[in-house]
């Protein structure tokens, strides 16, 4: 917190009136990146995967002179780009001995970045405001939702076939978010609450019990 505090105020010596802040955040990462591998720290690492988040968001603004698309892009959609390419990226850690063990935090922080945009795309769609997003019809964003679920399966199938038991579980519990997110809004304000809670409880339950099985079963193998 002071290291950032410290580069703010160097920010505000140097400014020259660009408001081109997004370069401080980048020293930011370039300062934690180096600490994290001096004190092989993965606190100090996610700090860095953090930084270099908010780097991406504002040097994306700053280069679209702060409108709210950047190459047509919204701020999800952005961020799915991201996400891809530092979950893709955590793999080439793996192969260097040095920096291996910053791996598991890496593909954690991208597949995060990833599967969260994803969800945020499906409710939002490529829109840049909230006033173009109110009169839109939900159902007409359907899509965004299918190729979030789509890239659930994906990563389910293939966390099962690589054993990859991060990747597996992201995919499972955003697929379930995905689908428990679409529910609220298509039947929400169509439904009747009671019939609403009721459906949402039963599908509760069976997830629940499904779930313990399967729970049961790893557990006693």
């Not at 105020?9 to 180096?34: C, M, P, T």
């Amino acid at each position: 917190m002071l290291t950032a505090n410290a580069i703010a105020y160097l920010g505000k010596a140097l400014d020259n009136g660009s408001n081109h802040f997004s370069l401080l955040i980048l020293l930011s990462v370039i300062v934690y990146l180096a600490l994290a591998y001096l004190f092989k720290s993965r606190l100090i690492w996610a700090f860095a995967l953090l930084a270099l988040g908010a780097w991406f968001g504002t040097e994306t603004g700053y280069l679209s002179k702060w409108n709210w698309y950047f190459l047509g892009l919204n701020y999800p959609l952005r961020f799915v780009c991201f996400g891809a390419m530092l979950s893709l990226a955590s793999l080439l850690l793996r192969k260097k001995q040095q920096l291996a063990y910053f791996f598991d935090i890496t593909y954690f922080a991208g597949l995060l970045y990833l599967f969260t945009s994803l969800l945020l795309l499906s409710v939002f769609g490529n829109y840049g405001t909230l006033e173009e997003w109110y009169p839109v019809s939900q159902f007409s964003l359907f899509y965004w939702g299918i190729i979030s679920a789509i890239v659930c399966v994906l990563a389910i199938a293939i966390g099962l076939k690589k054993d990859d038991a991060m990747l597996r579980e992201f995919g499972i519990i955003f697929l379930f978010i995905n689908l428990y997110t679409r529910y609220f809004e298509y039947f929400w304000d169509s439904w009747h609450k009671a019939v609403f809670f009721t459906v949402l409880g039963i599908s509760f339950v069976l997830i629940g019990r499904k779930a313990e099985k399967i729970w049961n079963g790893e557990f006693m193998k």
